[in-house]
Nanobody, 122 residues
Framework: QVQLVESGGGLVQPGGSLRLSCAAS????????MGWYRQAPGKQRELVAR???????NYADSVKGRFTISRDNTKNTVYLQMNSLKPEDTAVYYC????????????????WGQGTQVTVSS
């Protein structure tokens, strides 16, 4: 079994910064794409950013230039550096691991963390 645990959320003023972390644990040989999604009240969950095992990245247009996703494959951890935060960034942020090699012969898909609240408000 694979678990994802997020940390780093909280309350921040507009223009501030936060850094989210997500550590994957369990039976892991390798992880493919990892990503961050968010869900605001009354809205659907949306992709924020994702990163391949080779560190190719893509971002939602709304966060380009403000957020940076990175990963440390030796720690099975993905990060999201969020700068110049806006009130519209307020949401629960979820970590995702899309394709995990859990044994030499087996892949499992789409693991989610429990979410961490980010609130941007003065």
């Amino acid at each position: 079994q694979v678990q994802l645990v997020e940390s780093g959320g909280g309350l921040v003023q507009p223009g501030g910064s936060l850094r989210l972390s997500c550590a994957a644990s369990g039976s892991i040989f390798s992880i493919g794409v990892m990503g961050w999604y968010r869900q605001a009240p009354g809205k659907q969950r949306e992709l924020v950013a994702r990163i391949t095992s080779g560190t190719n990245t893509n971002y939602a247009d709304s966060v380009k230039g403000r957020f940076t996703i990175s990963r440390d494959n030796t720690k099975n951890t993905v990060y999201l550096q969020m700068n110049s935060l806006k009130p519209e960034d307020t949401a629960v942020y979820y970590c995702n691991a899309d394709r995990v090699r859990t044994t030499p012969q087996k892949y499992e898909y789409r693991f989610w963390g429990q979410g961490t609240q980010v609130t941007v408000s003065s």
